[in-house]
T-cell receptor, first 113, second 112 residues
Framework: SQQGEEDPQALSIQEGENATMNCSYKTSINNLQWYRQNSGRGLVHLILIRSNEREKHSGRLRVTLDTSKKSSSLLITASRAADTASYFCATGGSNFGNEKLTFGTGTRLTIIP | DTGVSQDPRHKITKRGQNVTFRCDPISEHNRLYWYRQTLGQGPEFLTYFQNEAQLEKSRLLSDRFSAERPKGSFSTLEIQRTEQGDSAMYLC??????????FGPGTRLTVL
């Protein structure tokens, strides 16, 4: 079963705009990760945030985590056509994210050139 | 290419047939995972290995499913007596003890 849900299910924005996706989950976690999946390709790990962290940055990505609300958000700034993909949040059972992952339902992001 | 590889990339079979998929992890990774992904959904965990030991199996993994990692390197996932509901993308991932999981391209199974 899915641990959580991403919101929105689908998002279309103009190239250069920022994209924000949200993830809600149900149970206590040790960490939360975001993955990207391009059409017909495997999942690519983007960023991991631990339960004792509130915000993390990686290039154009910014992730926040609110454990009291059991929610996370992924912000992609200055979007590019290559960012078109599905984005999934996943919760892991260990501090390092190396045990089984429980994924959300995903947000399909389309960047319009 | 030193990433996770999976073979075959696509498999079409008739209901009732057996199928076997192979996953070759990144060479130094001691953990290997199998997930299943259906259209429009996120991946769902099936099972994982640490070296050759199968440490956890999901309830999704019915008796028709079996996975092995005989020498702690590559892994196989076999589905016996396939059903149409088995149609999905089967994803393999690998990791070290303290790193993120790296995913392969997946094997897309279609059961007719």
């Amino acid at each position: 079963s899915q641990q959580g849900e991403e919101d929105p299910q689908a998002l279309s924005i103009q190239e250069g705009e920022n994209a924000t996706m949200n993830c809600s989950y149900k149970t206590s976690i040790n960490n939360l990760q975001w993955y990207r999946q391009n059409s017909g390709r495997g999942l690519v790990h983007l960023i991991l945030i631990r339960s004792n962290e509130r915000e993390k940055h990686s290039g154009r990505l910014r992730v926040t985590l609110d454990t009291s609300k059991k929610s996370s958000s992924l912000l992609i700034t200055a979007s590019r056509a290559a960012d078109t993909a599905s984005y999934f949040c996943a919760t892991g059972g260990s501090n390092f994210g190396n045990e089984k992952l429980t994924f959300g339902t995903g947000t399909r992001l389309t960047i319009i050139p | 290419d030193t990433g996770v590889s999976q073979d075959p990339r696509h498999k079409i079979t008739k209901r009732g047939q057996n199928v076997t998929f192979r996953c070759d992890p990144i060479s130094e990774h001691n953990r290997l995972y199998w997930y299943r992904q259906t259209l429009g959904q996120g991946p769902e965990f099936l099972t994982y290995f640490q070296n050759e030991a199968q440490l956890e199996k999901s309830r999704l993994l019915s008796d028709r499913f079996s996975a092995e990692r005989p020498k702690g390197s590559f892994s196989t996932l076999e589905i016996q007596r396939t059903e149409q509901g088995d149609s999905a993308m089967y994803l393999c991932a690998s990791s070290l003890m303290d790193t993120e999981q790296f995913f392969g391209p997946g094997t897309r199974l279609t059961v007719l």
